[in-house]
């Protein structure tokens, strides 16, 4: 079973969640704000927290935490910078401008 956040920023073309074996119960938790890039694929009983960055082509078969990026094969998760005065990338759904 997946489960999905209220507040999910993205998911592109080509992605791909689910189970890492079929005897398994439980698949990926997305958390709010997460943007999962174009190919990547996120499988297992793990947790891909808040405001996380998955980038395109990405194999996550672990825990991403909270404000982190997670890239290649298999993924390695860092912490987001969030220098003073950035801009956050991904905004959170009341953030965003309305078109």
Request: one cysteine or more.
């Amino acid at each position: 079973m997946l489960k999905l956040q209220m507040e999910c920023s993205g998911i592109r073309n080509g992605v791909v969640v689910g189970l890492c074996r079929v005897g398994d119960k439980c698949g990926p938790v997305i958390g709010n704000r997460v943007d999962i890039g174009a190919g990547a694929k996120a499988a297992g009983n793990i947790l891909l927290g808040d405001n996380v960055l998955i980038c395109e082509n990405t194999a996550v078969l672990c825990d991403v935490s909270d404000n982190s990026v997670a890239v290649g094969v298999p993924a390695v998760a860092k912490p987001r910078r969030m220098d003073a005065g950035s801009v956050d990338p991904i905004p959170s759904k009341s953030e965003r401008p309305i078109s």
